[in-house]
């Protein structure tokens, strides 16, 4: 008992002392740069540490996820991995019961295109490398015209469940679900939290009149789009089918 006590009473003289230390403060720094390249030397002793990591690692990200009848690229206004993607976004959405009327994503957020024959893994993780979380944003119908003219400015934007005319960076003959838009009904847009956040010049985003976070990342909603395709033994084939024109 009497150790323990010496133990206490040591603990409560250490945190005085550091409690009655002055504050330190940076006197001067220095940025530099330290390159990173292949010919850098190997350190074996981290490479022994993350051989194990790396080989499960390795197998995972070499899953074939699809396959493909068509190297998939992107494009403007329009093209196939655009397509691909928020259509992705759309049927994934769905699945997870949100409640949206159209899916969008930002056209520099895809960043390869994806080739013909197999689709692998780590090949879906360079297209969309970021951690995105998808998000519900409501327009009202008017704010919803400015969207659509925001895309329109940007030479079009990948969509899903919807489509629309540029003219003069305008968005006109606007369908919705088929249906025209409706200058006094609200619309919910199924889209990341990086654009929600106005990411990207998306500053219409923040006259949104309601916005919700969900728990699904932007990447795992191609994934269980890709699933479907695979489990059903059917192959990538997607088109540029005309949901945005230029007049």
Not at 132 to 159: C, H, R, W, Y
Request: proline residues 4%.
């Amino acid at each position: 008992m009497h150790k323990i006590h010496q133990r206490i009473i040591a603990l409560v003289l250490l945190f005085s002392v550091v409690a009655c230390s002055p504050k330190l403060k940076v006197a001067q720094s220095k940025a530099q740069l330290y390159p990173i390249s292949a010919n850098l030397p190997a350190d074996s002793a981290l490479e022994t540490f993350i051989r194990p990591y790396r080989k499960t690692l390795d197998a995972t990200m070499h899953d074939v996820v699809a396959l493909s009848a068509v190297e998939i690229q992107k494009g403007r206004p329009e093209a196939p991995l655009n397509n691909l993607f928020a259509d992705a976004m759309f049927f994934s959405g769905k699945k997870w019961g949100l409640n949206f009327d159209i899916a969008y994503t930002n056209y520099g957020g895809l960043r390869i295109s994806l080739p013909k024959g197999e689709i692998h893994r780590y090949q879906v993780f360079e297209l969309m490398p970021f951690e995105n979380m998808l998000a519900l944003v409501t327009f009202s119908g008017k704010d919803m015209q400015a969207f659509f003219d925001f895309m329109a400015q940007t030479g079009g934007e990948p969509i899903s469940g919807a489509s629309y005319t540029i003219s003069g960076k305008k968005a006109t003959d606007i369908k919705i679900n088929g249906q025209i838009l409706d200058a006094n009904k609200n619309y919910t847009v199924l889209t990341s939290d990086y654009m929600a956040n106005g990411g990207d010049g998306g500053v219409i985003f923040s006259k949104a009149l309601k916005r919700d976070d969900t728990p699904y990342k932007l990447r795992d909603a191609l994934f269980l789009y890709l699933d479907y395709f695979k489990n059903n033994g059917i192959q990538l084939n997607p088109l540029a089918d005309g949901r945005i024109k230029i007049k």
